[in-house]
């Protein structure tokens, strides 16, 4: 892939729990790293559960290599949509 391909800045978010008054641990979300990336859309599929109706979408996103190891514990940050990852695979 070349450079030039790399043209949607996403953002990379890490989840961190911190307490909050009663002591309970709350998921938020910070920034990771902000980086180019391209992306793939790959379809989407719709079904119902529990009588709502679900929507998913498929997307790829290719990033350049990381000096940290991203998880698919991370989520992506892309025109204000989240992203959460489900697989992590070496081009």
């Known amino acids: 892939m070349q450079v030039g391909d790399l043209d949607r800045r996403i953002v990379l978010e890490q989840p961190t729990k911190t307490p ?7 998921l938020s979300w910070s920034t990771y790293r902000t980086v180019w990336a391209h992306m793939l859309w790959k379809g989407g599929s719709e079904k119902e559960e529990l009588q709502r109706i679900t929507a998913t979408s498929k997307v790829i996103f290719t990033i350049r290599n990381l000096d940290v190891a991203v998880t698919n514990e991370y989520r992506i940050n892309y025109d204000s ?3 959460y990852i489900n697989v992590i ?3």
């Open 20 to 26: 909050n008054n009663y002591g309970e641990e709350v």
């Open 81 to 83: 949509k989240y992203y």
């Open 89 to 91: 695979n070496e081009v």
